[in-house]
């Protein structure tokens, strides 16, 4: 018989599960990014215990390690001076004649629904270490964004 015909098993042709990309660089976090890796990692760990499906806890496993890691590896930022962008800021600023205003967190705290940009995105690198009256460049302009005030958010840094 053929090898094209034969089947080993199910197994066999099932695409390989690698570990979740930790992202690049520092890991750093505010004291509210550090509280939700730890709660994420309890909340992982008590299912593990209770998965009975071996699929389900291998999945889980997955995510322990990743989460794990971040947890182990996170830099916790002191609150940033008023007036200057660090992790941790709450930005206003001012694009395109929009005045806006975001927060700006570690990788796995950033949530943009809730206006929590992580300091890696495009718009957090254009905007970190930049002082309130600063323009700053941003996609492709040197003048895109003006920085309107700079101060730490209390609920991250909480």
Known sequence: MSVAFRRESDDEHKEPEYELPIPVGANL?????????AEEVARIEAEVAAAGDEEARRKLLRQLRYFSTRKATA???????????????RVTYQLG???RCVTIVGHDEADPAALRIAFSAP???ALMGAEAG??????GRDD???I???AADAEVMA
């Open 29 to 37: 976090v505010t004291p509210r990014g550090a509280r939700l890796l």
């Open 75 to 89: 830099e916790v930022q002191a609150a940033p001076e008023d007036g200057v962008v660090g992790i941790g800021s």
């Open 97 to 99: 004649g929009t005045k």
């Open 123 to 125: 718009l957090g690198r």
């Open 134 to 139: 600063d323009t700053v460049a941003f996609q």
């Open 144 to 146: 895109a964004i003006t």
């Open 148 to 150: 309107l005030s700079a």
